[in-house]
């Protein structure tokens, strides 16, 4: 199975630009999450998904957009790129979570964006 | 509302040698806690959990063991190895509202050399 998967790898935008990043995973998981890794501020997340047809707001969501297009893919979009959106971006996924059972997230392996 | 404190590193440490990484928590209830792991270009991935007081978890050689009465989770390993170099997350999940919020230390980098 290929988990979670994510693409681009890597991207350099010009300030003002849009992209979208696209995530699937193929494990049948009802939750989905987009964060991004920042030097010396571990993971925040962006946006997510409890289940197919709702998305929320996480921590640090402006400047973003997310789609759940259906229940394998989860999209992030900027619309408008600033250099402070210059980071690591993770999706990940999970089996949904509840009371004190605590599931387990698998990660993709990031996108690398640059914003100039 | 829920933290978790780990030092930041980066850890340098020769072959063999003995590894800790302190993490400590703050949260109300009953935390289950995490340790996730980053190999270079990768996402992180599970490495060990415990669910509850006095729980240890182990996985690959490496262990933590929750601590209530110091709200600690430190990850021990007796013999490192260079495929351990990697970055290390001790994390602390909640369920709120039908998703699993985490909250994430900032990483402990940690350099094995040959």
């Known amino acids: 199975n290929a988990g979670v998967t994510q693409t681009p790898k890597f991207q350099v935008l010009k300030t003002g630009q849009s992209m979208t990043l696209q995530c699937a995973q193929d494990?049948?998981?009802?939750?989905m999450y987009w964060y991004r890794q920042d030097p010396g501020m571990g993971l925040r997340l962006i946006y997510y998904?409890?289940?197919?047809?709702?998305?929320d707001k996480g921590e640090v969501p402006n400047g973003y957009n997310v789609s759940r297009l259906n229940k394998r893919e989860f999209s992030l979009r900027l619309e408008s790129a600033a250099p402070s959106q210059t980071s690591v971006y993770f999706c990940a996924s999970s089996e949904a979570s509840t009371g004190t059972r605590y599931n387990e997230q698998f990660f993709g392996p990031g996108t690398r964006l640059t914003v100039l | 509302g829920n933290s978790v404190t780990q030092m930041e590193g980066p850890v340098t440490l020769s072959e063999e040698a003995f590894l800790t990484i302190n993490c400590t928590y703050t949260?109300?209830?009953?935390?289950?806690l995490f340790w996730y792991v980053q190999y270079p270009g990768e996402g992180l991935q599970l490495l060990l959990k415990?669910?509850?007081?006095?729980d240890k978890g182990s996985n690959k050689g490496f262990e933590a063991t929750y601590r209530k009465e110091t709200t600690s989770f430190h990850l021990e390993k007796g013999s490192v190895q260079v495929s351990d170099s990697a970055v290390y997350f001790c994390?602390?999940?909640?369920?709120?509202?039908?998703?699993?919020?985490?909250?994430f230390g900032i990483g402990t980098k940690l350099q094995v050399i040959p």
């Open positions: 998904s409890a289940s197919e047809g709702t998305t």
């Open positions: 415990a669910t509850k007081a006095d």
């Open positions: 494990m049948n998981h009802n939750s």
């Open positions: 949260a109300t209830g009953y935390p289950s």
């Open positions: 994390a602390l999940p909640l369920n709120s509202g039908g998703y699993q919020k985490v909250t």
